[in-house]
């Protein structure tokens, strides 16, 4: 009797043993509601994090590629960028997928120059040229890290186009404004009304040269035509005055047509080139030797004040010959030029006397500089 309660004892502490091992083995087949409550929070956590990591990457990937200057479709906007929404004007529509380039300036003193109604065409061109490109998502937006100067930012949509001055206070979201583009087509006719090659013209303020022309070109071909890109885009940066397609040249008055901002031309717009001359400046250093380096110039006529044009004749494009001589090809004959060094830490660098007098003359005038100025820029 006492053996068989053994033997019960022993087969009962079997059965308790499977029971203990079958249900260790339990969790590995399925979760119990206890372990999933308690694994849950953790699952979750990791998941969110798996569906933030492209995000993040798209943000890592977008910083990289506005320090390379590499083409990017934008994401989300961290707390350090700007907003930049474009539309189209005519309907406020985001204007999706339309590329946005910006350009900022490398100096204090550059950004002054990054003002849509006073761009010229070199820093527009650069503008166009850069590589700092991002593309607007489906909401029109793109976002560019804070600068600490002011840039230029044009969009583009097929033939729509805008351009904004970003400034470095801004506040976030920017609006950026597409509308249609128009260029404008130039043809120059000499005294006798033969088309005329090789003659340069752009876009100006109405008898304004001194910051330079906002579009130019160069007339070419049997007929003498340049094309003057971004017209459109000038005129709608310039509502409050009047801009007019002129040749480049030392003239007063100008040689110029004004355009109709709501008239704007098809057919090509004629100057006729009257007859010229040439000026040379010559920059010397004060030991008489050539000055090499680029120097600023100020052209403008001795004449009364009679007109803004004859006050100050800038903006016409000179052809560097050798050294310090720069060439001045289109010059009205019979008036007396000062010209001068631009900028302060020049001093008293000023030269006046007679230009061209009859047709094809090439007049000289020798200019003393005192310091030269670093950067190559020479508006005439």
Not at 68 to 89: G, H, L, M, Q, Y
Not at 273 to 297: F, Y
Not at 358 to 365: K, M, N, Q
Request: aromatic share 4%; hydrophobic share 45%; with cysteine.
């Amino acid at each position: 009797m006492g053996m068989i309660r053994r033997l019960a004892l022993v087969a009962l502490g079997l059965v308790v043993l499977l029971i203990f091992v079958m249900r260790s083995r339990a969790p590995q087949g399925g979760p119990t509601e206890e372990t999933s409550a308690r694994d849950t929070p953790r699952a979750t956590e990791g998941a969110r994090s798996v569906l933030e990591a492209p995000d993040d990457a798209a943000q890592s990937i977008e910083r990289a590629a506005v320090a390379a200057n590499t083409p990017v479709v934008d994401s989300s906007s961290p707390a350090e960028r700007i907003e930049i929404v474009v539309v189209d004007r005519a309907t406020q529509a985001p204007a999706a997928g339309a590329e946005v380039r910006h350009l900022a300036a490398n100096s204090d003193r550059e950004a002054g120059q990054f003002n849509v109604d006073s761009v010229s065409d070199e820093l527009l061109r650069k503008l166009e040229c850069s590589d700092a490109r991002l593309l607007a998502d489906e909401y029109g937006r793109v976002f560019l890290p804070r600068l600490t100067r002011h840039a230029l930012v044009m969009g583009r949509s097929g033939e729509r186009i805008g351009l904004l001055t970003l400034r470095t206070d801004a506040p976030s979201p920017v609006l950026l404004e597409l509308a249609p583009d128009a260029s404008v087509t130039v043809q120059v006719l000499d005294d006798y009304g033969a088309p005329r090659a090789g003659v340069p013209v752009g876009l100006y303020p109405e008898d304004d040269r001194f910051l330079g022309s906002m579009s130019s070109g160069t007339t070419g071909g049997p007929d003498a035509l340049a094309t003057l890109p971004h017209v459109g885009l000038m005129m709608d940066s310039n509502p409050w005055r009047d801009l007019a397609v002129s040749i480049s040249g030392l003239f007063a008055p100008s040689v110029q047509v004004l355009l109709d901002r709501d008239n704007m031309p098809r057919a090509p717009v004629v100057l006729r080139l009257p007859p010229h001359g040439e000026l040379e400046i010559v920059l010397r250093r004060a030991d008489g030797s050539l000055e090499v380096n680029p120097t600023q110039l100020h052209v403008a006529t001795t004449r009364p004040k009679a007109t803004a044009a004859e006050a100050v004749v800038v903006g016409a494009p000179s052809i560097e010959v050798v050294g310090g001589r720069h060439v001045f090809p289109f010059v009205m004959l019979g008036a007396a030029f000062r010209a001068s060094t631009r900028g302060s830490v020049l001093g008293s660098a000023v030269v006046e006397g007679l230009g061209p007098v009859v047709p094809g003359e090439r007049a000289s005038l020798t200019l003393v500089t005192e310091v030269p100025l670093a950067k190559p820029a020479i508006s005439v």
